[in-house]
């Protein structure tokens, strides 16, 4: 469980980057983006609580596949003035996007994994049976079959 930051907490470029597991040229770059705001203590930044909560949204939004510049909006506090519904009915759309997008992805993984799990499947029953299928064996006397008619044609032997 997640233990609550006290609002008035502060935090170093360093225990920030550790936590989230980024670099601290990125929280930089959410900086120069306007999308943290650290303050100074001479040349150290110091992150508040509000800081790291954005932080954590600006990673959380990333993972779902929006956009720097889409997450940078959501996070603007302009973005939750309910006075503004053409803001809000953008929002909205955007967010029934990514959604659909993420659930066609979604499917394409489970896709993709019950393939996956099909070949092992495949692959396990050969390990186990240790004996090739039907199937590469008819492969294999068809094979054969070709394969000793080339070597005729190229020798004048028959085959054997």
């Not at 989230?20 to 609580?49: H, W």
């Not at 302009?78 to 997008?101: C, M, Q, S, W, Y």
């Amino acid at each position: 469980m997640v233990k609550p930051v006290p609002p008035d907490a502060e935090f170093s470029i360093r225990e920030l980057s550790q936590e989230f597991d980024i670099t601290p040229r990125t929280l930089r770059f959410y900086e120069q983006k306007g999308m943290i705001n650290p303050t100074r203590r001479g040349a150290a930044r110091v992150y508040s609580a509000v800081d790291r909560a954005r932080i954590e949204l600006i990673l959380r939004g990333k993972r779902v596949g929006f956009a720097l510049d889409e997450i940078k909006e959501m996070l603007d506090l302009r973005f939750i003035d309910a006075g503004n519904p053409t803001t809000l009915h953008a929002a909205l759309e955007r967010f029934e996007n990514r959604k659909r997008v993420l659930e066609q992805q979604r499917e394409d993984v489970e896709r993709a994994l019950a393939e996956i799990q099909s070949g092992l499947d495949w692959l396990n029953a050969r390990v186990t049976e240790n004996e090739p299928s039907e199937d590469v064996k008819r492969r294999a006397r068809a094979f054969e079959a070709l394969a000793a008619a080339r070597l005729e044609d190229w020798t004048g032997l028959p085959s054997s």
